[in-house]
């Protein structure tokens, strides 16, 4: 692995149902979802040796058959995971000044259902 390299990625397993935007229910219903979703992403991250200023966040989604489904609630169900790439020190924050989105893109992928999340490195003059 290079010493400073200049994006990570993560393959995680699709987000807990409870994490649904439209999820019925009480906060304390979401609470352990929440925490075993930004915890697993942070251990995950925290191994890549990846520290931006600012990133450009990707999303690919693989869903395991071909019921429609909404991407972006599945990016939004994604956000323990990002919060878990902040607990690891992969980026400040997840704020506009910090975080530009790249790409969402879903597809099938019976065998391997799943959620690749990926932080390219922006230096400051490309940012603007």
């Known amino acids: 692995m290079a010493t400073n390299p200049t994006h990570i990625s993560l393959e995680l397993s699709l987000p ?3 994490l649904h935007a439209h999820a019925k229910g009480s906060w304390r219903g979401k609470c352990a979802a929440v925490k075993q979703a930004r915890y697993m992403a942070a251990v ?3 191994g890549g040796g990846a520290a ?3 990133g450009i966040l990707s ?7 071909r019921r429609r489904r909404d991407l972006l609630n599945t990016v939004h169900m994604c956000k323990p995971y990002i919060d ?5 020190g992969v980026l400040p924050g997840d704020d506009w000044l910090r975080m530009r989105i790249g790409s969402i893109r ?6 391997e259902p799943g ?10 003059a490309e940012w603007e």
């Open 16 to 18: 807990d149902k409870r």
């Open 84 to 88: 878990g790439l902040i607990d690891a």
């Open 52 to 54: 931006f200023d600012r």
């Open 106 to 111: 879903g597809t099938l992928a019976r065998v």
């Open 115 to 124: 959620v690749t999340l990926s932080v390219m490195d922006q230096s400051e």
């Open 59 to 65: 999303v690919f989604v693989r869903y395991p058959d």
């Open 44 to 46: 995950m991250a925290a």
